[in-house]
């Protein structure tokens, strides 16, 4: 059954005329249904409120896992109040990587709207897909401000409430948007891919660091390689093997996924999964996309876990990921099984 319940880049020395279901399939969804409607009804805290999200994301530049990444999201964007998708630096990566998948999504979307669950339209997705930032930055601090950090300033003030920014690339624009806009820092969960990304636009970061240290920040640098390093790897779990089995034949967007990699790394797909399963205030707790630890004399900043226990080839806290690869590559299973 469908989980119904709320909640990269390269190596670095820091450590991308439809049929209807059957009636089986038309049961399945019925029941998940059901699951939602008793489950928020009994279990105290259950939200059937969509997660609020933004994504900044560099694809299309030297790494195919971010159209991986954007494949596994919509997948799950039932789940999410979908504000912004946006291309960031570094790379050649544009708008028109995030139109590729968005026209993959749609060739699938009968499929999807099919199951019964709440995703959204093509032409949606469309509206708040932005153009970011082309260029790192090269000064201390921002200089201007994107279409694509305008646009997520907007989008998070008129929101009104906490919104979680995904960042799957350099951390260009959403430095824009605080230098000009601090306002919005009440009203944002950070959740950085860094690593790699970090190292493309350093000063990006450090501006952020160096003057803003009050706002929610999750930096993930090396615990994200749990997606793809360790964990369960035996048939048909492997990297390889999954993508053989349960992505490569199943529809327009599986299809994108294996042209663009055929295997599993999908290295910014942890900070979707944290959203997907757990609490996402309280980072320091059990979840897909990883457990955290909290800075001393940063109240609001989470970082990779240092316990020995939790190191997976050399990468601190990869283990509090690929701990959970069976499930959470299950429940992405079921997913893919909506488009054969």
Known sequence: MLRTFQTSAPESHFEKKMPFPSNNKKIKYL??????????????????????????TDIGGDDPDDHQSLVHFLLYADRFETLGIISSPPGKGRLGDIEEVLDAY????????????????PAQL??????????????????RLSPGAEFMVKQIIDFGKPVYVLVWGSM?????????????KPLIRVYSIG????????KSRDYLWNNHPDFWWIENNTTFRGMYMGGVQEEPWGNSSFVESFVKDFGHLGKLFFEKKPDIKMGDTPSVLYLLQGNPENPEGENWGGSFMRSNDRPNYWTDRADPELIENMRPGAKTVNKHRREF?????ERMEMLK
Not at 106 to 118: N, R, V
């Open 329 to 333: 590559l299950k429940d992405w299973k």
């Open 172 to 184: 260009t624009d959403l430095a824009q948007a605080i230098h000009f806009h601090p306002e919005i």
């Open 31 to 56: 029941l998940s249904s059901l699951v939602i409607f008793f489950t928020a009804a009994v279990v105290p805290g259950f939200s059937q409120e969509k997660i609020p999200v933004i994504i900044s």
């Open 106 to 121: 749609e060739e699938d979307f009968p499929k999807l709207k099919a199951s019964g669950l709440d995703y959204p339209s």
């Open 126 to 143: 469309r509206k708040v897909s932005r153009q970011g930032e082309t260029e790192i930055q090269t000064t201390p601090s921002p200089e």
């Open 195 to 202: 690593s790699w990304n970090t190292q493309q636009d350093q």
